[in-house]
């Protein structure tokens, strides 16, 4: 019992952190300048984008169909993802006093890591969604059917707050003491752990297999299901039926790739070869880029978008 209160009591002494100053990209009044301009014009363009993309959903009936259901949640947890990290940052490049509290910080990494794991399992769960619409067209509608999405899609919000709950308690539990100087230009959980003045190999083994968890089994899911759906276009005899299905599922492997491409690297290495410069950018692409290409990798190649928005517009009735 003593040995738990002088525990709590180191714990309580050394965890004297009450805010953590993020370092960002760069001090250059003229760099931040440029960077304000740039990142200012991405999160509009993204705002702007995936809000289409929501509102095309809902408001044309030729979109209302899985896909596009699961295309919608994508959109939406690409704002949250943005809107996470981005506004601050923006404020943080005009500003010089770069602070955030130690609250605010818990709370920011932890919708990080939320909608980040959401996503994860969503690409699994639109690899499924194809899976049955080529192997499986005649079924589709049954198996695809209105309650089977609305409770695919309450099982990957819940995972990925599950999971999200688990790796930040694991991250907070630690005790911050004198440093408090954070080099990233938002709070994710790498870099914060650099910061801890305890032993962090248990939290980094909790990470690490979370994130083959939360990474590898939705990858290997979307894997396999492309298996299958590689087998039935090989069986198409015309090469025209087969560049048209196969088409249908290029958007969803472009995406797959850039996101998982940088979250593995992100989150699946030791911590020993942690380098700030290098994962600010991957950090970046992942968090901000992929959520501007989203809807444009989903619109340009996609006749239904392109009809929906021209219906919008008032161009077709059609």
């Known amino acids: 019992m003593k040995m738990a209160n002088d525990e709590e009591s180191h714990w309580a002494n050394t ?26 014009a991405i999160y509009l363009a993204t705002l702007f984008g995936n809000s289409l993309l929501i509102a095309l959903v809902k408001t044309d009936s030729r979109l209302h169909t899985p896909m596009y259901f699961f295309l919608a949640n994508l959109s939406f947890l690409d704002i949250s ?7 601050q940052m923006l404020v943080h490049l005009l500003s010089t006093k770069r602070s955030i509290s130690y609250v605010a910080c818990v709370a920011q990494m932890y ?4 909608v980040g794991i959401i996503e994860c399992i969503l690409y699994a769960v639109m690899a499924y969604d194809r899976y049955v619409a080529i192997c499986h067209p005649l079924r589709y509608t049954v ?38 100087e954070i080099n990233h230009f938002f709070c994710e959980v790498p870099a914060i752990l650099k910061l801890a003045c305890a032993d962090t190999h248990l939290t980094e083994l909790v990470i690490f297999v979370s994130a083959v968890i939360i990474l590898l089994t939705p990858l290997s899911l979307i894997l396999i299901s492309y298996v299958f759906i590689l087998e039935a276009i090989l069986r198409i005899s015309s090469g025209e039926g087969r560049f048209k299905t196969f088409s249908t599922c290029t958007s969803h492997i472009t995406v797959v790739t850039l996101f998982y491409g940088a979250a593995m690297f992100m989150y699946m290495r030791p911590a020993s070869s942690y380098s700030p410069e290098r994962d600010k950018k991957f950090s970046l ?28 517009m008032g161009k077709t009735d059609h």
């Open 15 to 40: 965890t004297s952190v009450s805010e953590f100053i993020l370092l960002g990209f760069s001090s250059h009044p003229k760099t931040q300048l440029l960077l304000f301009v740039l990142f200012l």
């Open 81 to 87: 993802y943005t809107t996470t990290t981005v506004p």
């Open 111 to 114: 919708i990080f890591l939320s």
């Open 143 to 180: 198996i695809m059917n209105r309650s089977v999405c609305i409770k695919m899609a309450i099982g990957f919000w819940v995972s990925g707050f599950f999971f999200a709950t688990l790796n930040a308690a694991f991250t907070m539990r630690l005790p911050y003491c004198s440093l408090n």
């Open 285 to 312: 692409f992942y968090n901000v880029v992929s959520a501007l290409l989203n809807p444009l990798i989903y619109s340009l190649r996609n006749k239904e978008v392109k009809g929906a928005v021209l219906k919008m």
